[in-house]
């Protein structure tokens, strides 16, 4: 075979093993970007198939959204009642990272309203932190390294191959991220106790780019006639009590950025010390349990049934 025509076989050869892989992954779908309306769930980079979930899966599918970093990462939406609501929550995400969804899922025009978790940590610093919220991803789905270990996380948490370090069940299709089944001998109480001693606090600092980037998330939302509802996440008692002057000074500062037609909830107020004072509303230092979740999805749930 001469070298010219071995390139080109080489070349049809590959051509067509591109396009068969491609095929058989446009086929599947896994981030429901082409085709359908098929439930989805998260099984591995969570950055990754949040965002591509945002092009079609979340704004065809759900009536509401919450969007936050880790701290309402948790909340499971399927408690919320009367809505079908996605949580789009992205462990260690801020506000410019969590826009990337936000464009996506107002661009449909069909969300009714927007939960935005106010954590410090959302507002901290600016800026893309990972390649992995990247307008490049969407071909990704067609063939990439990140796909073949999504396929390969999917058949693990799928049959349950392994369980301590890959939770079976750690995602469903409404976005909830149960990351509590993959943390082990956590001690809540001693672990807001140490820090308490230590005088170890989350940094309340806001960067002045993080929050007019917030701000204007805001006015997209009101823009497109998305209902704004959101609230300062819980934080220990003890720990928010003495550092209270710094926390004080970040919800006064967010706080301006919403209007009387929005709803903001302070899960921090002393009518809720009940939920920040028990250990047992926590996992660790801040990530609510269970119990924790229930008090904030029932606030939640009681706001979006004025909303009806």
Known sequence: MSNKKFLLTYIVVTFFAVALIAGINYYIDIYGLFRGKKERKVYINEHTTKYLFSFRYIPENFDGVIFGPSLSDNLNPQELKGFNVYNASIMGVNISELDYLVDNIVAKGHIKFAIICLSPYLTKDHGNKSANINPKEYYGALGSTNLLRTYLLYFIRKYNLAPYRYAQNISNANGWNNFELEMHNIDPKDSIEQRAIRKEFDSTRIDPVAYEELKNTIIKFRQHD???????????????????????????????????????????????????????????????????????????????????
Do not use: C, W
């Open 226 to 308: 998305i209902k704004v509802i959101a609230y300062f996440t819980p934080v220990p008692y003890q720990l928010y009590q003495l550092n209270i002057d710094n926390n004080n000074k970040f919800v006064d500062s967010i706080s301006a950025l919403f209007g009387k037609n929005d709803v903001l909830l302070n899960f921090n107020d002393e009518k809720y010390k009940f939920l920040n004072d028990d250990y047992n509303s926590f996992i660790d230092h801040g990530h609510l349990s269970a119990s924790g979740q229930k008090v904030v999805l029932q606030v939640l749930d009681s706001a979006l049934e004025r909303m009806k």
